[in-house]
């Protein structure tokens, strides 16, 4: 099966950077997303990485390692619309097919 | 892009009855769908895939004659809760596979909260 860590909560400054971190234990790996999801809403996608390296897209970064299964996303120029839960979601190849799992979410909360 | 509608965004039934929800893509063709159930506080997890045309191929743990998963189209899967129970309140949100070759992605709906009284 797999295994993927998260933050459960952090708490940052508007204006500021901040970094989640995801690590994971995976075999078949086949890509990392991650998505932003407000409380009640389905989630969106922010970035996706399957080779190592940085990803860049606007105030949104995010890098993978895929021998330390290890990502981050790093998001930049804080605003109080960021508050929200950051889900990592490693995408791995099993006998059936590709499959997508979910970390359990980091909750974002952006103070003035 | 691509956009996927889930129907509807929120019911409340009575224990013992049946929901149906419906996740349909509106602009292109989905052969592969997936749906999700997500408890407060929690994150995904994945009850089935659904394949146009073919049976669903359900996760461990979650049980078919429950969850019955539907996709006669290439723009239609539904997902009906037979027998409904408070413990099966939450929060299912649809996913379709989209885009071509190795590096796929996949697009949510925009989810259906479930209370069953």
């Known amino acids: 099966g797999q295994n993927i860590d998260q933050p459960t909560e952090m708490t940052a400054t508007e204006g500021a950077i901040v970094q989640i971190n995801c690590t994971y234990q995976?075999?078949?790996?086949?890509?990392l997303f991650w998505y932003q999801q407000h409380a009640g809403e389905a989630p969106t996608f922010l970035s996706y990485?399957?080779?190592?390296g940085l990803e860049e897209k606007g105030r949104f970064s995010s890098f993978l390692s895929r021998s330390k299964g290890y990502s981050y996303l790093l998001l930049k120029e804080l605003q109080m619309k960021d508050s929200a839960s950051y889900l990592c979601?490693?995408?791995?190849?099993?006998?059936?097919?590709?499959?997508?799992?979910f970390g359990t979410g980091t909750q974002l909360k952006v103070e003035l | 892009g691509a956009v996927v509608s889930q129907h509807p965004s929120w019911v409340i039934c009575k224990s013992g009855t049946s929901v149906k929800i419906e996740c349909r893509s509106l602009?292109?063709?989905?052969?592969?769908m997936f749906w999700y159930r997500q408890f407060p506080k929690q994150s995904l997890m994945l009850m089935a895939t659904?394949?146009?045309?073919?049976?669903?191929?359900?996760e461990q743990g979650v049980e078919k004659d429950k969850f019955l998963i539907n996709h006669a189209s290439l723009t239609l899967s539904t997902l009906t809760v037979t027998s409904a129970h408070p413990e099966d309140s939450s929060f299912y949100i649809c996913?379709?596979?989209?885009?071509?070759?190795?590096?796929?992605?996949?697009?949510f709906g925009s989810g259906t909260r479930l209370t069953v009284v």
């Open positions: 996913s379709a596979r989209t885009g071509e070759g190795r590096n796929y992605g996949y697009t």
């Open positions: 995976t075999s078949g790996f086949n890509g």
């Open positions: 990485n399957v080779l190592d």
């Open positions: 979601a490693v995408r791995a190849f099993t006998g059936g097919g590709n499959k997508l799992t």
């Open positions: 602009d292109f063709q989905a052969t592969t």
């Open positions: 659904s394949n146009e045309g073919s049976k669903a191929t359900y």
